[in-house]
């Protein structure tokens, strides 16, 4: 996850944010994104790996970026979602590392 601690206090663009086909050209869907943030609000997008829904939660505070989530959606329960395992993160980073990057370059933009 360091790769994307260079996101970390960055402004979130929440324009870009709202930028449904820009995002789905990542390979991300928008789940949850308030319009307008809250000062303390969280912002949930997912992406699928190996047919497994993908978690992206998006922490933000006074519209910086506070804490970035990866996790695992329960097959049977979307709402309930579990951290994934090294082995899991390693190869979703490698497959989708760089869509992840250039998400956060835009969201961020």
């Known amino acids: 996850m360091q790769r994307f601690r260079k996101y970390i206090d960055k402004d979130l663009n929440t ?3 709202k930028n449904l086909g820009h995002l ?4 991300i ?4 994104l308030p319009d307008p943030p809250e000062e303390f609000d969280e912002f949930e997008f997912s992406t699928d790996f190996s047919g497994q829904d993908i ?3 998006v922490a933000v505070q006074m ?3 506070k804490r970035i989530m990866l996790s695992l959606a329960d097959k049977e329960d979307p709402d309930m979602v ?8 390693k190869e979703l980073l490698a497959e989708k590392g760089d869509q992840l990057i250039g998400f ?4 961020t933009s």
């Open 63 to 65: 519209g910086k970026i």
């Open 29 to 32: 869907t928008g789940k949850h």
């Open 82 to 89: 579990k951290g994934l395992t090294e082995s899991q993160l």
């Open 55 to 57: 978690q992206i939660g």
């Open 104 to 107: 956060f370059e835009y969201i």
């Open 24 to 27: 789905n050209a990542f390979g």
């Open 15 to 17: 324009e870009n944010v």
